[in-house]
């Protein structure tokens, strides 16, 4: 340790500036770190901080080895977690020195990036770049993944380094991982890098889905009572251009029906997910025989589809016991 803080004091007399970053990344794979400060005319020192060892430029059969701004890991194992800095040397003997923390994350069985992931999310319209690509020379884009599924479908577009999502909604919002692969002499690396994507999408539709009424559920009733039947949807992601949650009486809608005996109510609220709901609520003030043969239908709409549910009414079989029950 105090060799490596004696190097640092001696050429860092005139200016000593540090800053640490980490690096995820995982087990077997090739990885390329890139000292965070330089320019052509400077020299880089890579070390163990551990141990204080400078890491030499690549011999024969070594798997971690340094050339210039960059440290090389080919591959990578789990033993390479640890601390490491860079040192640049920059003219009049000022030097920046660097710290940087390597995390090597071992498989484990459907995650395929590991569990902290530091490069910038993308927010935005559906570009998605490959992070770090630039890093390794002639790399092939294998395959790209979505939350650790193979991407595919008309809606990607793949470009080099990046891929296109067409109209990006809600349900795209997840961890994109690039995989592809790296040659160094002859030998074949697999690299994955992995960044999160948040969609700027304002809301998505889903298929309009009526949680209730029940489609062909009969409710039952008595005459000269009010009624109140409410029906409730799920139309999509945030707040819909389109929404509508709506009572037809025998296909006619409520709000065109000459009778002053029904009304209707509608309200939204969202839940879990930003999902979002609307609920109508058709008030009858006053059941009469003729609403014993209608159909009461709640349809749902949004800029997808329509979705309908149809409930009828009967008698309360208790009405009519009471009925029968009655008089001497
Ligand atoms: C970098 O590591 C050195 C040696 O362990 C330590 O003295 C220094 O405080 C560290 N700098 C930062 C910014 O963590
Ligand atoms: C790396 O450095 C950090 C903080 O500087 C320290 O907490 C951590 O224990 C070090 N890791 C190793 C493997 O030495
Ligand atoms: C840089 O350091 C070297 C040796 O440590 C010294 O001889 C030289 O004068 C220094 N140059 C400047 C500009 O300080
Ligand atoms: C990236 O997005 C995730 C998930 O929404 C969030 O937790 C994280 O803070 C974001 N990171 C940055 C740098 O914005
Ligand atoms: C990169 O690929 C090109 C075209 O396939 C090839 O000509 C070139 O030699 C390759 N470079 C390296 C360093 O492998
Ligand atoms: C690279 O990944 C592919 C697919 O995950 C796998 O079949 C292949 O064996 C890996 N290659 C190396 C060198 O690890
Ligand atoms: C009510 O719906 C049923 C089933 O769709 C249909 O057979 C019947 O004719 C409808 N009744 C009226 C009054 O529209």
Not at 36 to 65: L, R
Not at 76 to 81: A, I
Not at 155 to 173: H, L, V
């Amino acid at each position: 340790m105090m060799g490596y803080v004696h190097l640092v004091f001696l050429s860092t007399f005139l200016s000593v500036s540090m800053t640490s970053e980490t690096f995820d990344a995982m087990e077997g794979e090739a990885l390329v770190i890139k000292c965070p400060q330089w320019s052509s005319s400077v020299k880089v020192n890579w070390y163990h901080t551990d141990t204080n060892k400078i890491i030499p430029a690549e011999e024969e059969g070594s798997q971690v080895f340094s050339l210039e701004r960059f440290l090389w890991f080919l591959p990578t194992s789990r033993q390479d977690s640890g601390n490491y800095s860079c040192v640049t040397h920059f003219p009049r003997n000022r030097t920046k020195s660097f710290n940087i923390s390597v995390q090597v994350h071992p498989y484990k069985q459907g995650v395929c990036f590991p569990s902290q992931i530091r490069y910038p999310n993308d927010t935005g319209r559906g570009k998605i770049v490959c992070p770090t690509i630039d890093n390794y020379r002639n790399a092939t884009i294998i395959q790209w993944y979505k939350d650790c599924k193979p991407l595919q479908g008309q809606r990607y577009f793949k470009g080099d380094k990046y891929i296109f999502i067409n109209n990006p909604r809600k349900e795209d919002d997840g961890y994109y991982t690039c995989q592809f692969t790296y040659t160094h002499k002859r030998n074949v690396f697999n690299v994955s890098a992995t960044r999160i994507f948040i969609s700027k999408a304002k809301h998505s539709p889903l298929p309009p889905q009526i949680l209730f009424p029940k489609d062909k559920g009969i409710i039952e009733v008595e005459l000269g009572a009010a009624l109140s039947l409410k029906c409730q949807a799920r139309l999509g992601i945030k707040k819909q251009p389109i929404a509508v949650v709506t009572w037809d009486i025998d296909n006619i809608p409520v709000k065109h029906l000459d009778s002053s005996r029904f009304h209707e109510k509608t309200h939204f609220f969202e839940g879990r997910e930003q999902e979002y709901y609307r609920e109508t609520t058709l008030h009858i003030t006053e059941i009469k025989k003729e609403d014993l043969q209608a159909n009461f239908t709640c349809v749902a709409v949004n800029e997808m589809q329509n979705t309908k549910a149809t409930v009828t009414l009967k008698l309360k079989a208790q009405s009519e016991d009471k009925l029968n029950h009655q008089g001497p």
